[in-house]
């Protein structure tokens, strides 16, 4: 096979896509900001979402034999954590974000028009040799 075979298909995909999240705001989804923190050696485990709410907690059973004061105790310091690590993801998120200047942005966007116009244009050239070898074998 040439080179719009499937494989050089899927990278232009892949690449027009990458491009499109670049634009779109550069984090995928499954990137979202997360904290976490732990407390009592890491017997307790809390994971908030990036508006500290508590997504997720894990206590070692172990802890049970130190009474439910000391577990609340556990859990308030786990959560604390995981929420100023979540503020400091977020913190560093936007200091990355906000490197570029009002300045830079419109050179910026524009250049990634112009990647993501090369993306769809390979994409483009692909999908119609792909049609074309299609077309060819269906003919025979």
């Known amino acids: 096979m040439g080179q719009h075979d499937g494989e050089g ?28 923190g732990t407390a009592a050696d890491e017997s307790v485990r809390a994971e908030v979402d990036a508006f500290g709410r508590l997504a997720e907690l894990s206590i070692d059973p172990s802890l049970l034999r130190q009474g439910t004061t000391a577990i609340a105790r556990y859990v308030r310091e786990a959560v604390r954590a995981a929420q100023d690590d979540a503020r400091s993801t977020s913190s560093r998120l936007l200091a990355q ?17 112009d990647e993501a116009m090369r993306g769809f244009h390979r994409v483009s050239a692909d999908l119609d040799a792909a049609l074309r070898r299609i077309e060819g074998r269906a003919g025979r």
């Open 97 to 113: 974000a906000s490197l570029l200047t009002s300045d830079d942005l419109p050179a910026r966007l524009e250049q990634l028009t």
């Open 9 to 36: 298909l899927d990278r232009s995909l892949r690449d027009a896509i990458g491009m499109l999240r670049e634009v779109a705001g550069g984090q995928a989804p499954e990137q979202e900001v997360r904290g976490v």
